[in-house]
Every structure is written in structure tokens, then in C-alpha cells.
């Protein structure tokens, strides 16, 4: 099994729809963290979360809402989906104060379709 | 800004050296260099990291500037499997952002 997945894999939504992207580990990482990533470019940080009750806004966390229920999970939601968020969406987990040395495990991805 | 830039693009020759090189002017004394690369359809993965000195593993080496405004990752041998989009990034006050990296084309 993978250190972090993803679910679901690929996913085709409607405009206006809510729809929520899961991500669990088992690395036993304190820090997770949630990415998108549009054709050629690279990946931009939409929310980070630090531990359970820590949970920070990254660069574009407009439009995007996160829940971390539990150490090994930290999902995030679109609350009414538009197409310019589709995307590939990455999940990330970190060690704290060993991702200077270590770095971050990232999941597979899960593309999603706003339509 | 924890800001880095690299080319867009850069092309090797299968089993040849390549240097791929990354100026970060604005690192501060304690941010670490991490090196990450993207093969199609995966995730980012961990690759090398520096502080101050010259590293070495078993995917690449990494050479850090003394002033640590630039570094360069080296692939000693290039193969197809290393074609892939390369990231050079450093991690502040605990998040990490990507720029847009730079693609390696390996020829055979």
C-alpha cells in the first residue's frame, strides 16, 4: 500500500456541486498539506495543516475549505465546484522538524473535472 | 518571497552528465535546498537536499554556491528514466513552494 493515497483517483464534477478529495497516510506525519497543479506549471499550496488543530490558508485557498479529522487524514473540500478549478490535485505529508532533511512523501493525485 | 528560478527547459544526451542549475537569491541562512522531480502522471519525489555543503546519493549529487544564492543538481549518467520536470525549492517556516521547474528532455 501506498505511504499516502489519494481518493478518488479521477473525478468529473458538474458546476456547483460540492465534492470533497480525501487523502490518508501512513507515515505518521504530523504536517499534511494540499496542492494543485494546472497544465505546465508547477504546484501551488492551497491549505496546510501542521497537527489536527493547526490548519493554515496557502497561496490560492480561495473557494477551497480543509478538514483534518485525524492525524492520518486531511481532506479537502470545494464547496461549489467551477471549472477553473480543474486540476490535478496533490496531497503531501511532512515530518516536523525532519522535513528540512527528510522532504515530503506525496500521494498519486487525483484529477479533477469541473464541468 | 521563497522564490527560485530555473530554465524552462533543458535537453541531455542519454548516459551523459547533466547539470541543472537553480538561483535562489533570497534564501536565508537556515532554509535547505531540496531538489524534487515529476514524472508524468506521478507525484513530486524527494530527489536530494543541501544546507551549506556539496551532497552526494544515489540518485544525484548537489553542488550549493558558498554564497548559497545558486545550486546546481548533477546527473551523473543520464538515463530515459530521468526524464522527468525538475524542481529546486526551499522550505520555509514549514511550507514548501514549487515554481514552475525545469523540464529535462533525455535523448537516446
Known amino acids: 500500500d501506498a505511504d499516502v493515497t489519494q481518493t478518488p483517483r479521477n473525478r468529473i464534477t458538474k458546476t456547483g456541486k460540492r465534492i470533497m478529495l480525501e487523502c490518508s497516510q501512513t507515515k505518521g506525519h504530523d504536517r499534511m498539506y494540499w496542492y494543485r497543479q494546472d497544465p505546465g506549471l508547477g504546484l501551488r499550496l492551497i491549505y496546510y495543516?501542521?497537527?489536527?488543530?493547526?490548519?493554515n490558508k496557502g497561496e490560492i485557498s480561495d473557494g477551497y475549505s480543509v478538514s483534518r479529522q485525524a492525524q492520518a487524514k486531511f481532506s479537502l473540500s470545494l464547496e461549489s465546484a467551477i471549472p477553473n478549478q480543474t486540476a490535478l490535485y496533490f496531497c503531501a505529508t511532512s515530518d516536523s522538524g525532519k522535513d528540512v532533511n527528510y522532504g515530503y512523501t506525496f500521494g498519486s493525485g487525483t484529477r479533477l473535472t469541473v464541468v | 518571497d521563497a522564490k527560485t528560478t530555473q530554465p524552462n527547459s533543458m535537453e541531455s544526451n542519454e548516459e551523459e552528465p547533466v547539470h541543472l542549475p537553480c538561483n535562489h537569491s533570497t534564501i536565508s541562512g537556515t532554509d535547505y535546498i531540496h531538489w524534487y522531480r515529476q514524472l508524468p502522471s506521478q507525484g513530486p519525489e524527494y530527489v536530494i537536499h543541501?544546507?551549506?555543503s556539496n551532497v552526494n546519493n544515489r540518485m544525484a549529487s548537489l553542488a550549493i554556491a558558498e554564497d548559497r544564492k545558486s545550486s546546481t543538481l548533477i546527473l551523473h549518467r543520464a538515463t530515459l528514466r530521468d526524464a522527468a520536470v525538475y524542481y529546486c525549492i526551499f522550505i520555509r517556516r514549514g511550507d514548501m513552494r514549487f515554481g514552475a521547474g525545469t523540464r529535462l528532455t533525455v535523448k537516446p
Open positions: 543541501g544546507l551549506t
Open positions: 495543516s501542521f497537527d489536527v488543530k493547526d490548519i
